[in-house]
């Protein structure tokens, strides 16, 4: 073909390969975009095509061909290739797909009935929907999947997290490629897996960690008040003559002691009633023990993760385990009076 003929005469494409493999495009005036996105020329599902993978167009009468920044690249003649002027029969390797050159001189019937050609070819040509994540329904099928996410989201929290990662990207995708996505559909999804995964992160993660918290801090109120109430005992006994009180509201009737010491805290942590410790004012031990027990707490299940506090009967304050604390009010129990009824 002479040169003349050829900067007059149009260009198109042979596909080669399993996807398009046989049809013809024509490189008209605004070029020809191959990609996976809807908005190119020619479509492909193939993953290894980029959304915008290369553009053929003309320049002065010749074909070039253009990498559009993908991932896999282009290779013209076999090469690796940024840009490059093509001839007649040369070869782009676009991911599967091999795009052959032809040309054909101007003022032939060939050349108007290919023009029509690649007309009706690209007009007829089907949607890509062969799979799930074909670009025309990705956006729709993320949204979906991310409902599915955001129900699951009270089961676990990350899965609140996936269904807005999903629908995130949903939108972005609906936006970049301008395809109708239902927008309370997406609002929807994406409130979900918040709300879900707030809801189910509070209570997974943040609510057994602040409980874990109070009830620490009422182990350790539960032994300031024994120490407190240990002192009060002490003075008490400086001024009886080594006696010891019946009971421990007769500390907080001589002013000794404020009543919001008779109670455990640890009993606030699982929203019952204020629980009185259990005083023994009397040794239970024949002969008695120094080292016995004077007061504990009546109720095993306030610090069962951390044991309990006891006030000996030296007084000195000691901690003991839940298991040892629960024998020790089942032996008190047994001997007959009401360990609760002891406290006052």
């Known amino acids: 073909?002479?040169?003349?003929?050829?900067?007059?005469?149009?260009?198109?494409?042979?596909?080669?390969?399993?996807?398009?493999?046989?049809?013809?495009?024509?490189?008209?005036?605004?070029?020809?975009?191959?990609?996976?996105?809807?908005?190119?020329?020619?479509?492909?599902?193939?993953?290894?095509?980029?959304?915008?993978?290369?553009?053929?167009?003309?320049?002065?009468?010749?074909?070039?061909?253009?990498?559009?920044?993908?991932?896999?690249?282009?290779?013209?003649?076999?090469?690796?290739?940024?840009?490059?002027?093509?001839?007649?029969?040369?070869?782009?390797?676009?991911?599967?797909?091999?795009?052959?050159?032809?040309?054909?001189?101007?003022?032939?019937?060939?050349?108007?009935?290919?023009?029509?050609?690649?007309?009706?070819?690209?007009?007829?040509?089907?949607?890509?929907?062969?799979?799930?994540?074909?670009?025309?329904?990705?956006?729709?099928?993320?949204?979906?999947?991310?409902?599915?996410?955001?129900?699951?989201?009270?089961?676990?929290?990350?899965?609140?997290?996936?269904?807005?990662?999903?629908?995130?990207?949903?939108?972005?995708?609906?936006?970049?490629?301008?395809?109708?996505?239902?927008?309370?559909?997406?609002?929807?999804?994406?409130?979900?897996?918040?709300?879900?995964?707030?809801?189910?992160?509070w209570f997974e993660t943040a609510a057994p960690f602040l409980r874990r918290q109070a009830e620490h801090k009422a182990w350790v109120d539960c032994g300031r008040n024994m120490l407190i109430i240990s002192q009060a005992l002490r003075r008490y006994s400086e001024m009886h003559e080594g006696q010891l009180p019946p009971g421990l509201r007769t500390l907080v009737q001589e002013g000794l002691l404020h009543s919001q010491f008779l109670h455990c805290p640890g009993s606030l942590c699982n929203g019952a009633a204020p629980c009185p410790y259990l005083y023994l004012p009397k040794p239970q031990e024949s002969p008695p023990d120094p080292y016995g027990v004077l007061l504990c707490d009546a109720d095993v299940s306030n610090h069962q993760a951390r044991g309990g506090w006891v006030l000996r009967r030296n007084l000195e304050l000691d901690n003991v385990s839940s298991s040892q604390l629960e024998r020790l009010l089942e032996r008190l129990s047994g001997s007959g009076r009401p360990p609760k009824d002891r406290g006052h």
């Open 1 to 201: 073909m002479k040169s003349g003929e050829q900067r007059e005469g149009r260009f198109y494409f042979d596909v080669q390969g399993r996807e398009k493999d046989g049809l013809r495009f024509q490189v008209g005036r605004n070029g020809l975009l191959i990609g996976r996105s809807v908005i190119c020329d020619v479509v492909f599902e193939n993953r290894k095509v980029s959304r915008r993978h290369a553009y053929f167009y003309l320049n002065e009468g010749a074909c070039y061909v253009e990498d559009m920044g993908s991932k896999n690249g282009i290779l013209l003649n076999g090469r690796p290739c940024k840009k490059g002027r093509m001839a007649p029969g040369d070869t782009v390797d676009i991911g599967p797909a091999r795009f052959v050159l032809r040309a054909v001189a101007p003022g032939k019937l060939l050349s108007r009935l290919l023009a029509r050609y690649g007309e009706l070819e690209r007009a007829a040509q089907p949607e890509p929907s062969g799979t799930l994540f074909s670009a025309s329904v990705l956006p729709v099928s993320l949204a979906l999947f991310g409902l599915a996410f955001a129900v699951l989201t009270y089961a676990h929290w990350v899965f609140g997290i996936c269904a807005i990662v999903l629908v995130t990207y949903a939108f972005w995708e609906a936006r970049r490629s301008g395809l109708p996505v239902p927008r309370a559909l997406l609002a929807g999804v994406f409130v979900m897996g918040l709300t879900g995964a707030a809801l189910n992160g």
